[in-house]
């Protein structure tokens, strides 16, 4: 700790009284940086296992959905998670039992799993640029269980497995739906046993998953589609695990995977986090990490008492605490992507025809898998709505303004939080801020090159995405107003006024 002089009092006095002028106004003072920080590459989430229900909503529900979901007028996601079904065998759950492509060795049925493949198309349509093709499991004929859950994978079969993905993704590829990555052993740390099992899953263990990658490396490179489609591995479900794992396979094939991705069901703390991102930079430089799926957490505004829970929460609350998940991943570990779980949800918890406050109200029955969900009774009571959570309206500020080839700059100085950042592309900067406490507050920025406010967008409990007022301008610096619990993006053209 330093020794005061007498002069350094005095100017601690003044910056104190400076202090107190800006915290009784409600103003605080921060910088956007001139360097960028990562360069983002998708905001998305998954095609599972809704779209085996969705398919059989009518037509104009289907593109309303899909409209929801990949255009800029909804969510406005640029990353995309086909499912790659195992067929379902033993998965008690129809809903989460996709077909599969799957018949013999090199035979396939390419009119298996309509529905899935219709939610891919719309999204391929719609210009989503990050499209990976994930399974939960191999299919039953390549299980040590003959199943697609309740087993692992059994060692010898690398080859014969990365041969059906690869013949999947070249299948898709040649019908003009860009599929650039693909993830082979998604949760690879369970079987999702006993059977009869609530989803598919395939146990690999780590002394396996090098074997899964070089098969799938291998039959890509055979197909001429080793450099343009890239793997992803190995889907833990936590940090811990995926850390604690590396070790026993990943350094026999680091240079055959695309990014290491990894779920969060750890809830990380930010030190956990931070831990993890370095250690593995340092063990693997160069490769990126990323987030490729999370869901299921009550918890407050701040993402204090997150948790893997169950609860269904629509509120402001809810959709606060996820957000500050996005940027922990954006902001604090400087991930470039980020995919939330399944998208669409019919864990509402309560019935929509029999309880009209059952899609608006929190309950302890449902769960917090989806943005956008509907009644898993639709086809016994003909019920096709789509309830949208708040939470969609605060995914949509990351889904519209964090687009692939857009760059992080950091908010930094004294009274910048661990929620906001800065977005660049060509033409505009995006300040993405979120102000969890119940006071409103004001934000003072100021930019390393000229500016100028456009428009800006907030979801409050009140307001959902809202077009509020741009930011104000007073000699250098802007003025963002912060509105208690509230999610903000203020929009700035690259050019003075
Ligand atoms: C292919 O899958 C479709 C859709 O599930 C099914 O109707 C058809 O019978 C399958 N064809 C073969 C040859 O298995
Ligand atoms: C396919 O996707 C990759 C990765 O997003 C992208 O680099 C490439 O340009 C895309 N190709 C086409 C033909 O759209
Ligand atoms: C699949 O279910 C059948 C019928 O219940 C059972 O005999 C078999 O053991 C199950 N397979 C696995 C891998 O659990
Ligand atoms: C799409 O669904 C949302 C949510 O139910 C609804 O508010 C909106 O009106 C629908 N749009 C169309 C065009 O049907
Ligand atoms: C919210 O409160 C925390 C703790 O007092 C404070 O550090 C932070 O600056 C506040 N955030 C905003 C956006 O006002």
Same mark, same amino acid.
């Given at each position: 700790?330093? %020794?005061?002089?007498?002069?350094?009092?005095?100017?601690?006095?003044l910056?104190?009284?400076?202090?107190?002028?800006?915290?009784?106004?409600?103003?605080?003072?921060?910088?956007?940086?001139?360097?960028?920080a990562?360069?983002?590459?998708?905001?998305?989430?998954?095609?599972?296992?809704?779209?085996?229900?969705l398919?059989?909503?009518?037509e104009t529900?289907?593109?309303?959905?899909?409209?929801?979901l990949?255009?800029?007028?909804?969510?406005?996601?640029?990353?995309?998670?086909y499912?790659?079904?195992?067929?379902?065998? =033993?998965?008690?759950?129809?809903?989460?039992?996709?077909?599969?492509?799957? %018949?013999?060795?090199?035979?396939? *049925?390419?009119?298996?799993?309509?529905?899935?493949?219709?939610?891919?198309?719309?999204?391929?349509?719609r210009?989503?640029?990050?499209?990976?093709?994930?399974? =939960?499991?191999?299919?039953?004929?390549?299980?040590?269980?003959?199943?697609?859950?309740?087993?692992?994978?059994v *060692?010898?079969?690398?080859?014969?497995?990365?041969?059906?993905?690869?013949?999947?993704?070249?299948?898709?590829?040649?019908?003009?739906?860009?599929?650039?990555?693909?993830?082979?052993?998604?949760?690879?740390?369970?079987?999702?046993?006993?059977?009869?099992?609530?989803?598919?899953?395939?146990?690999?263990?780590?002394?396996?998953?090098?074997?899964?990658?070089?098969?799938?490396?291998?039959?890509?490179?055979?197909?001429?589609?080793?450099?343009?489609?890239?793997?992803?591995?190995?889907?833990?479900s936590?940090?811990?695990?995926?850390? *604690?794992?590396?070790?026993?396979?990943l350094?026999? %094939?680091? #240079?055959?995977?695309a990014?290491?991705?990894h779920?969060t069901? #750890?809830?990380?703390? #930010?030190? +956990?986090?931070?831990?993890?991102?370095?250690?593995?930079?340092?063990?693997?430089?160069?490769?990126?990490?990323?987030?490729?799926?999370?869901?299921?957490?009550?918890?407050?505004?701040?993402?204090?008492?997150?948790g893997?829970?169950q609860?269904?929460?629509?509120?402001?609350?809810?959709?606060?605490?996820?957000?500050?998940l996005v940027?922990?991943?954006?902001?604090?570990?400087?991930?470039?992507?980020?995919?939330?779980?399944?998208?669409? +949800?019919?864990g509402?918890?309560?019935?929509?025809?029999? =309880?009209?406050s059952?899609?608006?109200n929190? *309950?302890?029955n449902?769960?917090?898998?989806?943005?956008?969900?509907?009644?898993?009774?639709?086809a016994?009571?003909?019920?096709?709505?789509?309830?949208?959570?708040?939470?969609?309206?605060?995914?949509?500020?990351?889904?519209?303004?964090?687009?692939?080839?857009?760059?992080?700059?950091?908010?930094?100085?004294?009274?910048?939080?661990?929620?906001?950042?800065? %977005?660049?592309?060509?033409?505009?900067?995006?300040?993405?801020?979120?102000?969890?406490?119940?006071?409103?507050?004001?934000?003072?920025?100021?930019?390393?090159?000229?500016?100028?406010?456009?428009?800006?967008?907030?979801?409050?409990?009140?307001?959902?995405?809202?077009?509020?007022?741009?930011?104000?301008?007073?000699?250098? +610096?802007?003025?963002?107003?912060?509105?208690?619990? +509230?999610?903000?993006?203020?929009?700035?053209a690259?050019?003075?006024?």
């Amino acid at each position: 700790m330093a %020794v005061h002089t007498p002069r350094e009092n005095l100017w601690d006095v003044l910056l104190g009284l400076a202090w107190v002028l800006f915290t009784t106004t409600g103003a605080k003072a921060a910088a956007v940086s001139a360097t960028p920080a990562q360069t983002f590459t998708g905001i998305g989430g998954s095609g599972a296992w809704w779209p085996n229900d969705l398919w059989h909503f009518p037509e104009t529900t289907r593109q309303n959905l899909s409209s929801l979901l990949f255009s800029p007028s909804g969510l406005g996601l640029s990353s995309y998670r086909y499912n790659v079904g195992a067929g379902g065998v =033993n998965v008690s759950n129809p809903t989460r039992a996709p077909e599969t492509f799957y %018949v013999s060795p090199g035979v396939y *049925n390419f009119s298996a799993d309509p529905q899935g493949v219709y939610f891919l198309n719309e999204a391929a349509k719609r210009g989503v640029a990050s499209i990976t093709a994930f399974a =939960n499991s191999a299919p039953p004929r390549l299980t040590s269980g003959g199943a697609s859950c309740n087993g692992q994978f059994v *060692n010898g079969n690398g080859n014969a497995y990365g041969t059906f993905l690869s013949d999947v993704v070249a299948h898709f590829r040649s019908g003009g739906i860009n599929i650039s990555l693909i993830s082979p052993m998604n949760e690879p740390d369970s079987t999702f046993g006993p059977s009869p099992c609530g989803q598919e899953g395939m146990q690999v263990m780590p002394s396996q998953r090098a074997e899964v990658v070089n098969g799938l490396w291998n039959a890509l490179s055979a197909r001429g589609l080793a450099s343009t489609v890239g793997i992803l591995a190995d889907e833990s479900s936590s940090l811990g695990n995926a850390g *604690n794992e590396y070790s026993a396979w990943l350094p026999q %094939v680091i #240079d055959k995977v695309a990014a290491l991705v990894h779920h969060t069901y #750890d809830f990380p703390s #930010d030190a +956990s986090y931070t831990s993890y991102v370095t250690n593995t930079n340092k063990q693997f430089p160069g490769k990126q990490t990323w987030m490729s799926e999370i869901c299921c957490s009550l918890g407050n505004a701040d993402g204090t008492g997150k948790g893997y829970t169950q609860g269904y929460d629509p509120t402001i609350k809810n959709a606060l605490m996820f957000s500050s998940l996005v940027f922990q991943s954006l902001v604090l570990v400087n991930e470039p992507h980020y995919d939330f779980w399944t998208l669409v +949800s019919n864990g509402l918890g309560c019935s929509p025809l029999n =309880n009209p406050s059952c899609a608006t109200n929190a *309950n302890s029955n449902g769960w917090n898998d989806g943005l956008i969900y509907y009644d898993g009774s639709y086809a016994g009571n003909g019920n096709f709505q789509l309830y949208i959570k708040k939470q969609f309206w605060t995914y949509k500020h990351f889904g519209n303004f964090v687009k692939p080839g857009s760059q992080r700059r950091a908010i930094t100085g004294s009274d910048a939080t661990k929620f906001m950042m800065g %977005v660049t592309d060509s033409s505009n900067f995006y300040v993405i801020a979120m102000n969890p406490n119940t006071t409103d507050s004001t934000l003072t920025l100021t930019f390393p090159e000229s500016v100028c406010a456009t428009e800006a967008h907030r979801t409050s409990a009140s307001e959902d995405f809202a077009s509020i007022a741009a930011a104000t301008q007073s000699g250098s +610096s802007w003025s963002l107003p912060l509105k208690g619990t +509230s999610l903000n993006t203020y929009i700035f053209a690259r050019r003075s006024c």
